[in-house]
């Protein structure tokens, strides 16, 4: 069961297009049990993959980081230029994945009905040098 609402996929759309704003390049949505985005250049040429993480907090107040370990491992199958943002209330937090140090211990969130995944290995990601922020 997927749990995504209506204002996580706003967030992950801001998120995603202050970054492509930024960097350059345009997001390609994927599917739904993948990872989040593609972005490619102006001739459909693949430059990343991004997977874009919720963070209802403020940056200052986001960590430590979390991400599924299963999310982080799908991200680097794709292999090209793999990108971790998380979407905070006042901007992003982002860093290429080769370049970040985590821990990884079982956790999540409150477990949901209906919910199989709220409980799951996860990576916890303190600041640290590979981390960069935009704000909104």
Not at 37 to 46: M, Q, R, T, W
Not at 101 to 123: F, S
């Amino acid at each position: 069961m997927i749990f995504e609402t209506e204002q996580d996929r706003l967030r992950e759309l801001k998120a995603i297009e202050l970054y492509t704003k930024v960097f350059g390049g345009k997001a390609v949505k994927l599917g739904a049990m993948d990872i989040d985005f593609k972005i490619v250049d102006d001739n459909n040429i693949p430059l990343a993959y991004v997977e874009v993480k919720g963070r209802n907090r403020t940056m200052r107040n986001a960590y430590p980081l979390p991400v599924a370990v299963k999310k982080v491992a799908n991200l680097m199958a794709k292999r090209l230029n793999p990108m971790l943002i998380w979407a905070c209330e006042d901007g992003i937090i982002y860093g290429k994945v080769e370049e970040l140090e985590g821990i990884v211990k079982y956790g999540g969130m409150q477990p949901r009905v209906g919910a199989a995944n709220d409980l799951e290995m996860m990576c916890y990601f303190d600041k640290q040098k590979g981390l960069r922020y935009i704000r909104y």
